[in-house]
């Protein structure tokens, strides 16, 4: 099932691990599941219509998707390519370059409700970006460890604003 085939108020049934952005590949394109506990009905109503800045952050293969949402925040969503199984990176990998948007999901944790769902467009350009790091991860990592720890080497070094800084946000 997909995002945009999601109801408001619908459990996923899945116990997420913590708090936070979790992006899933989906066809072509992907979803991003983000995770938090004690949202207020100003949080769900700045997801779902606030506006939206997005950018692609891009160190050792590990593409970060850097978004700000009017009235409720910024996230900083990573991609691990082997958390993916293999029939859905090949579709991802296979799709049309064309391909310029993405969903987002905002859901409720631990519960794991669905309270927002909307569609973004990065563009076909920050998702080629994602997709040819996420590609190049194959060849720099061996496993999904190596690339968590790329990951949390990264989250470490670097600090949400000065990613934003370093990165060319637009409308999304």
Do not use: W
Not at 24 to 32: D, I, Q, S
Not at 152 to 160: F, K, L, M, Q, V
């Amino acid at each position: 099932m997909g995002a945009l085939e999601l109801k408001l108020g619908q459990p996923l049934g899945i116990r997420p691990e913590g708090e936070g952005p979790a992006p899933v590949l989906v066809g072509g394109g992907f979803e991003v599941f983000c995770f938090y506990g004690g949202l207020s009905r100003e949080d769900v109503r700045g997801f779902a219509a606030g506006a939206i800045s997005c950018g692609v952050y891009v160190e050792d293969a590990v593409p970060v998707l850097v978004l700000d949402i009017e009235h409720f925040g910024g996230l900083e969503v990573a991609f691990n390519i082997f958390a993916e199984p293999e029939d859905k990176r090949r579709a991802f990998f296979e799709s049309n370059p064309r391909h310029d948007t993405a969903n987002l999901v905002l859901c409720s944790h631990p519960e794991a409700v669905v309270h927002a769902v909307r569609v973004i467009r990065p563009g076909a350009d920050l998702i080629s970006r994602i997709k040819r790091a996420c590609f190049d991860q194959l060849c720099l990592y061996g496993n999904i460890t190596q690339c968590f720890q790329a990951m949390a080497r990264i989250y470490g070094s670097i600090d949400p604003l000065d990613m934003r800084e370093r990165v060319d946000m637009r409308p999304a």
